[in-house]
């Protein structure tokens, strides 16, 4: 029985550990799932707003509110130091310049947020009225990405 436990604890420790990321891989992963959550819901608008899927006052309210819903979460602690591209080549395409210039990186943050209030507020008003409020959403998206997001992992 002794052996039995034994050599069935020894099998475990290399599957452990093989699994076992470090707290920086962990915090990449998170924001990474962070990101795509954003993508999906804007992804859904996208499609309205680009003709590819019928506008429905319900569906674009809530793809809006999710995204609201997500700018609540406490973002910061995704950015944890010791997490940019060249600290984990490979897991992440956020860039160093993300940590030396925070100020700027939270200008970029606060333009997508306030674009998105004028999204949420026109989400349900008609597919006229979603349209541009999605073109500038996705404008702030792409102006965070261009300075802040590499191109590769
Ligand atoms: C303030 C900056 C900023 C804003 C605003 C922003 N992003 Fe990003 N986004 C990033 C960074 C940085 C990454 C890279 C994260 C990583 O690889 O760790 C990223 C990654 C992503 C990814 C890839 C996730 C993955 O699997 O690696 C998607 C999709 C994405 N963003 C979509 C969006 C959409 C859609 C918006 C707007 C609705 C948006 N982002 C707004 C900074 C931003």
Not at 2 to 12: D, E, G, N, P, T
Not at 48 to 61: F, H, L, P, R
Request: charged residues 25%; glycine residues 10%; proline residues 3%.
């Amino acid at each position: 029985m002794r052996k039995v436990l034994l050599s069935a604890l020894i099998a475990a420790v290399p599957a452990t550990m093989a699994l076992a990321q470090s707290a920086e891989e962990e915090t990449a992963k998170a924001r990474r799932a962070f990101y795509t959550m954003l993508g999906y819901e804007m992804g859904g608008l996208a499609a309205m707003a680009q003709g590819k899927v019928d506008y429905d006052a319900e569906t674009a309210k809530a793809h809006a509110a999710d995204m609201v819903t997500l700018t609540t979460l406490h973002v910061g602690d995704f950015y944890a130091p010791g997490t940019s591209k060249d600290d984990l080549p490979g897991a992440t395409r956020a860039l160093p310049v993300i940590w030396e210039d925070m100020g700027a990186f939270q200008e970029k943050g606060q333009a997508f947020g306030a674009a998105l209030m004028e999204l949420n507020a026109a989400a349900g008003e008609g597919l006229d009225a979603l349209r541009p409020a999605v073109g500038k959403v996705g404008g702030t998206c792409k102006a965070c990405h261009d300075d802040f997001r590499a191109k590769d992992f």
